[in-house]
């Protein structure tokens, strides 16, 4: 075992293994043929620390971890300070790229990105490739394992034991978490190297937060992001969408960001305007604008060919498409039919691509979407480009599409992010992606991409969200309502419900189906629909607290059962109910027909949202729900802000009061962070910080204030308390 400058490296007979640590949690392990260490892929962002001590018969430390290696197989074995085991290699098939691990203590195995499977993974194979899952099954289906997404991470949890194993590496990857066999769980990549980080905890929040500082958190969102979206594929014209702005103001419906899908492109070239349907295209986006609407625009990487076309001809002139192996330029289909692909792995592309986007700016569109990024093409069988289509990196070494397809999609996000912080520097910029790899927290927000106003797919969206959220990306969400098939009344009720109480909240459909606003239905749907919305609004400021300290930490926002109840084992398997933050248990309906629902409660005192009752927790009750009621229980010492006025358009625009819902209850505490919401005026200090203490007491439970930071006004707070009410 060789000391260097970041670690060591150890000489087996097949291979060398690099060993490498990122502070006292974090260990990286490569096997590769070469005495370097290879390059990370561009989901990485955080440097290792170097390497200090000496190693005694083949065992490393750090103040956590232990690693023992040996030195024939290079197999490792890596223990915490306690000498209790964490992980142990059964083999590594150096050629197919394989580590075998035995199934130690996991109870269950979760993240691993957007997967169609329930919370807890464990008897779960799959594989990791970037897919537009429309193209390869009718929808979107438990046997389908190739997703929109590719996140080689998971969390391996247990009470009072947690780690997180990331693979970095862009091929298609592949997990069997025992499968196969019931003592392994194993990985696999296709190409590259096997280069992977060991995550300690010991809690899953500490996992999380690890692997944030490898891969990164996401930034601030501007707080009207945070609130509801209305989309539909597409809204034709420019009467059309307008019609859909006004009827969200007649109706009451508090909507903050309007969607302009592949319609607006004229023969759906991008960044081009359709004379025909959009022929006012700035007017109609500055009346928007003027109204309080955000509208955001789809742009997808695939360029038309078609001579003259300038985003086409400039693109082939410099060379920034992908090209065939020869040099050819490769030409595959999406909607503009013939159609090629800016080759984002280089800089340049990313820059020229970003400058594009100074026009669409120009005239009102304030956001982007990026779709079909993974990316798609309808000429092949897996509808992607053949592997051996070629990149160019900024040094000109050619790279196969193997390498980059995963990463795609990231690199279009970044592209795009980049350029609209550069084009409007102090606004906070606003990306929706489809494809993502590890990383793409840094640029975009994402959504699970076309699932189908079927009462499963609402259902499986709770495990996706959640998965993905423990992968890192917490501004995620599913289209409400369904896209593909046609939604009905009380299907978009629940979904409305329960789509209020996930990060991402935007009701979406597809071309040729039922039109799925809310008052599209009856009185009855689109009342109920308005006061989950509402609700949304009225609970924003605590939204945007939780997306804060997903930015300084990784923390989701909406968490599993057993991110906040490790030890406690009835929470592992729970995928019909999850925390918004730590203190709100929600329960969403979704079966139709049904008027009642099973409620597990952790450990503790929940308080019932609705009637103020008490209930002892660490059991299963029963809960009454009618249509217009998701069961929603609140932790016993839970402050919960809520906004006393709606922002929205065609509502008060607030003055920012807030009434602190004091829940009673042990050790209650919160920290209100406050700032403009828009700007990047935060990162100069413009913020407050207060901290809140509920001290319990049954008569007259008191809460203390205190300001920690002052460089924001704070709004005038009142507060409400609700006393413990067990009946
Ligand atoms: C893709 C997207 C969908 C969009 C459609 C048309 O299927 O996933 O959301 O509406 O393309 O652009």
Redesign the pocket.
């Known amino acids: 075992m060789e000391r260097k400058d970041f670690g060591y490296i150890i000489e087996g007979t097949m291979s060398y293994l690099h060993i490498l640590f990122y502070g006292s949690h974090i260990v990286r392990f490569v096997y590769s043929d070469q005495k370097e260490v290879p390059p990370s892929t561009m989901a990485m962002i955080h440097a290792p620390k170097k390497a200090v001590g000496s190693p005694e018969h083949y065992t490393l430390k750090t103040e956590k971890l232990a690693v023992n290696v040996d030195r024939k197989t290079l197999s490792v074995r890596i223990s915490d300070q306690y000498d209790h085991t964490l992980s142990e290699d059964l083999g590594i098939a150096f050629s197919e790229k394989r580590i075998e691990k035995k199934r130690l203590w996991e109870i269950g195995i979760y993240g691993n990105g957007e997967k169609y499977t329930w919370l807890n993974q464990l008897g779960v194979k799959t594989s990791n490739y970037n897919s537009d899952v429309?193209r390869q099954a009718t929808i979107h289906n438990p046997m389908v394992e190739q997703m929109h997404t590719a996140i080689p991470f998971y969390i391996g949890v247990a009470p009072g034991q947690a780690y997180g194993i990331y693979l970095d590496n862009s091929y298609r990857t592949s997990f069997d978490f025992a499968v196969s066999n019931r003592e392994k769980i194993s990985f696999q990549a296709e190409g590259g190297f096997l280069d992977y980080y060991f995550i300690y905890g010991p809690t899953v929040a500490e996992v999380i937060k690890n692997y944030s500082l490898l891969t990164g958190t996401p930034p601030m969102p501007r707080k009207k992001f945070l609130g509801y979206h209305q989309s539909r594929?597409?809204y034709k014209t420019e009467d059309e969408l307008l019609a859909v702005a006004e009827n969200l103001i007649k109706h009451k419906i508090p909507c903050d960001v309007l969607y302009i899908?592949?319609a607006y492109m004229d023969a759906y070239k991008v960044f081009t305007i359709s004379e025909k349907r959009y022929k006012n295209f700035k007017a109609t986006l500055q009346k928007l604008k003027s109204m309080g609407f955000a509208v955001v625009v789809?742009v997808n990487p695939g360029v038309k060919v078609e001579e003259g076309y300038h985003v086409y001809e400039e693109g082939r002139q410099k060379g920034y498409f992908v090209t065939k192996p020869g040099g050819d330029i490769y030409q595959g289909e999406v909607?503009p039919k013939p159609a090629v692909f800016p080759d984002f792995l280089r800089s340049e592309v990313r820059q020229w691509w970003g400058g594009l986007h100074r026009e669409l700016l120009a005239q009102g569109v304030d956001a982007i979407w990026n779709?079909?990024n993974e990316p798609a093409d309808f000429t092949q069988e897996n509808a992607t480009l053949p592997e051996d289509t070629v990149h160019r990196t900024d040094d000109g070494k050619e790279v196969s599409h193997a390498e980059v397809h995963n990463i795609y999609g990231l690199l279009q996000t970044r592209a795009t992010r980049e350029a609209l912080e550069m084009i409007e520097p102090n606004k906070r910029a606003f990306v929706l992606t489809?494809a993502a790899f590890a990383g793409t927290q840094r640029y975009a927000a994402l959504w699970t991409?076309?699932n189908a106003s079927v009462w499963e797919h609402m259902e499986c969206s709770i495990p996706m969200v959640t998965n993905l959220g423990l992968s890192g990306l917490a501004f995620t969400g599913a289209?409400v309502g369904g896209?593909q098939g046609d939604c009905s009344g009380e299907l978009l009720v629940r979904w409305t419900q329960l789509g209020a109480f996930l990060p991402y909240f935007r009701n979406?459909s597809?071309i040729g189906t039922v039109r799925q606003e809310p008052w599209e239905f009856n009185d009855q749907v689109l009342d109920i629909t308005r006061e989950y919305i509402r609700l949304r609004y009225y609970l924003l400021t605590y939204w945007y607290n939780l997306m804060r300290e997903s930015t300084l930490t990784g923390a989701p926002v909406v968490r599993p059962l057993f991110y906040h109840h490790q030890d406690d084992l009835n929470t592992y398997n729970i995928n019909d109910q999850f925390l918004f933050g730590e203190g709100v248990m929600v329960c969403p309906v979704l079966r139709p027909g049904v008027n009642h629902r099973m409620v597990y409660l952790p450990l503790g005192l929940w308080h019932d949202y609705w009637t103020g009752e008490t209930h002892v927790g660490g059991r299963y009750i029963t809960r009454e729900a009618p249509l217009d009621i998701l069961p929603l229980y609140i932790k016993a010492g839970t402050i919960l802000p809520h906004d006393r006025l709606i922002s929205a358009p065609g509502y008060e625009q607030t003055g920012g009061a807030i009434d602190m819902h004091c829940y009673a209850g042990d050790n209650g505490f919160y920290r209100l962070y406050i700032d403009d919401g828009l700007t990047n005026n935060y990162l100069q200090g413009e913020y407050s910080e207060m901290e809140l203490f509920l001290e319990d007491d049954p008569v007259q439970p008191l809460v203390k204030e205190k300001i920690t930071k002052k460089g924001f006004p704070i709004p005038e707070i009142s507060y409400k308390i609700h006393l413990k009410d067990c009946r």
Do not use: F, Q, V
């Open positions: 429309l594929y597409s899908d592949i789809i909607w779709d079909m489809r991409g076309d289209d896209y979406h597809e």
